[in-house]
């Protein structure tokens, strides 16, 4: 998967151009490459640097799903609802014990717990069914191991005398779920096997120009660190650029209505105390939404709130009063915690893309491929919706529609569904845990193999160090002295490589402090 020069693609011609390389664009790709087409993926950033990096990072077994609004009566008067709930919860149910099993390296189980309050909008046995339901929507090879504690038993929660009026606790649901250790390493390694199947794969490149041909399309393709450009041909465009979709339409024709709309998910990352540790916890927040307290080094990071955003896509960042606003809800359900500003180490930020609906400002959950030859432009398909989990069902959805309207071209291949060499050396069988094991050679084998361009890309997107309680700090030295020695950086470049890591933690991450330090410079 060795970035080549873009030179080298000038005049090709290709069956697919994936636009995104995010873990939708990364899927579809593989996906297609294996059913023979002829495939050129890019991205104008890294591989995963947008929504799918900045996640909540869940392989959910899809209880949200079953959460029927305002009312249980939601479901009772609108079953197209109740419907399409079940039907997204079986995908996240089959997805679930998918990856767990295919991918061990990128994901470890975790106890997830649930309170429920007597002033809460859902009922104990409100609870209960949705998990016997989930049960019954999902394989059966993989247990929820679900339990519900009251009574005496709620001492066995062994933070329980930290919830708020422990008069108003009637019991604590509690399941076993997962979470993955490193979402961008998940699009790593699915690109790949995209690439080790004859797909072209290309970070920091931008379609520049278009024209549309009377068979598919010519495009203009600018490297972005080069400025170099070249023209290619595909028979077909797939615009899986998340919530970048809308813009990337435009530049193909200047007006077209939106197809998706972007939510803002803001996390702030903090430590509990030890009573808290390696447990999961999802509550309802005040404004009836879920709310998340995930395991992650020793830390947890909380999130997330739901907010329709239309700001700047490359810079989306946690805002104080997002911080303030979560540190509120954490403090209604655990008032003895009392956090504070201060107590945050750091935060992050990013954007679910999610279908485009009048009638709601927060989009609906379907996962939808449209047809944009409605808007004059044939042979562009684009993705709307679509979570992490569900991204190998969503690319055989997406192959089947491609297929409608382009024949392939090559022999058919077999996709691979475990993990990459690269990561198996990075987890070295630690499945409980979320550390990665770092050395040179490994550090060597990203840099040659997996296309890094800067300091980010491999602490935060290949490696995973950049969420670490210091937030990569201590590995940075290291690892620009590996990247120098291959990228043939003098020390000044080096130099100025370690200050722009730095930089782009404290802006975009809005660091507190470094773990060990008193302030940010």
């Known amino acids: 998967m060795n970035r080549s020069e873009l030179s080298e ?25 294996s059913d ?29 799903h079953l959460a029927p609004g305002k009312s249980i009566w939601d479901f009772v008067f609108h ?37 429920i309050f007597k002033d809460d909008p859902y009922r104990s046995w409100q609870v209960d069914f949705a998990f016997k339901l989930l049960n019954l929507l999902g394989p059966h090879d993989n247990s929820l191991e679900y339990q519900r504690f009251s009574g005496e038993n709620l001492q066995k929660i062994p933070f329980k005398n930290w919830f708020r009026d422990s008069k108003q606790l009637q019991s604590v649901s509690v399941f076993k779920d997962y979470q ?22 290309r970070n920091y490149t931008l379609m520049q120009q278009s024209k549309q041909l009377a068979e598919g399309w010519q495009l203009t393709l600018r490297d972005v660190l080069t400025s170099e450009e070249v023209m290619v041909k595909t028979k077909l465009i797939l615009n899986v650029t998340g919530p970048w979709g809308n813009r990337f339409n435009q530049t193909l024709k200047s007006v077209i209505p939106d197809k998706v709309i972007g939510l803002k998910g803001a996390h702030i990352v903090v430590k509990l105390p030890e009573e808290f540790s390696e447990w999961g916890i999802m509550i309802i927040n005040r404004v009836n939404e879920p709310m ?37 809800e954490v403090n209604y359900v655990f008032p003895q915690l009392s956090l504070q500003r201060k107590d945050i180490l750091y935060s992050y930020a990013g954007i679910q893309p999610v279908t485009f609906d009048a009638s709601d400002p927060q989009g609906n959950r ?70 990665m094991n770092i050395s040179d050679e490994i550090l060597k084998k990203i840099i040659v193999e997996e296309q890094p361009v800067s300091l980010a890309d491999i602490l935060l997107r290949r490696t995973g160090i950049g969420w670490d309680i210091d937030q990569g700090k201590s590995a940075v030295p290291g690892v620009a002295t590996v990247m120098a020695e291959l990228c043939g950086w003098d020390e000044q470049r080096k130099e100025k ?5 730095h930089q782009h933690i404290k802006e975009i991450y809005q660091v507190q402090k470094y773990w060990g330090d008193s302030v940010c410079d």
Not at 80 to 85: E, G, P, R
Not at 93 to 114: H, Q, T
Request: hydrophobic share 40%; net charge positive; aromatic share 8%.
């Open 180 to 201: 993955f250790i490193s979402a961008a390493r998940l699009v790593v390694d699915t690109i790949r096997d995209a690439a080790e199947m004859g797909a072209t794969v």
């Open 292 to 328: 998340y307290f995930l395991p992650w080094h020793g830390m947890h990071y909380i999130g997330l709130n739901r907010t329709p955003y239309d700001g700047n896509l490359d810079e989306v960042k946690a805002t104080e009063d997002e911080a303030e606003w979560l540190l509120g």
């Open 79 to 115: 079953p197209s609802k109740f419907y399409l709930a079940c039907h997204n919860a079986r995908k996240s149910m089959i997805a679930r014990s998918d990856i767990s099993s295919s991918m061990k390296e990128l994901v470890r189980p975790f106890r997830f717990c649930f309170p």
């Open 366 to 435: 379907e996962v939808l491929v449209h047809d944009l030859a409605s808007e004059g432009l044939h042979n562009v398909l684009m993705l709307t919706g679509g979570p992490i989990m569900t991204y190998r069902l969503i690319a055989k959805q997406l192959l089947k529609e491609v297929s409608k309207r382009c024949v392939p071209t090559l022999a058919k291949q077999h996709p691979s569904s475990g993990s990459s060499e690269v990561t198996k050396l990075l987890r070295n069988s630690r499945s409980a845990s979320v550390e």
């Open 497 to 501: 490589e370690m200050q722009l890591f």
């Open 36 to 64: 023979g087409y002829r495939v050129l993926i890019i991205d104008k950033g890294d591989f995963a640097a947008g929504a799918t990096s900045k996640s909540s990072r869940i392989l959910h077994c899809g209880l949200r």
């Open 9 to 33: 693609l000038s005049d090709k011609s290709f069956d697919v151009i994936v636009v995104g390389a995010g873990i939708n664009g990364a899927g579809a790709a593989q996906q297609l490459v």
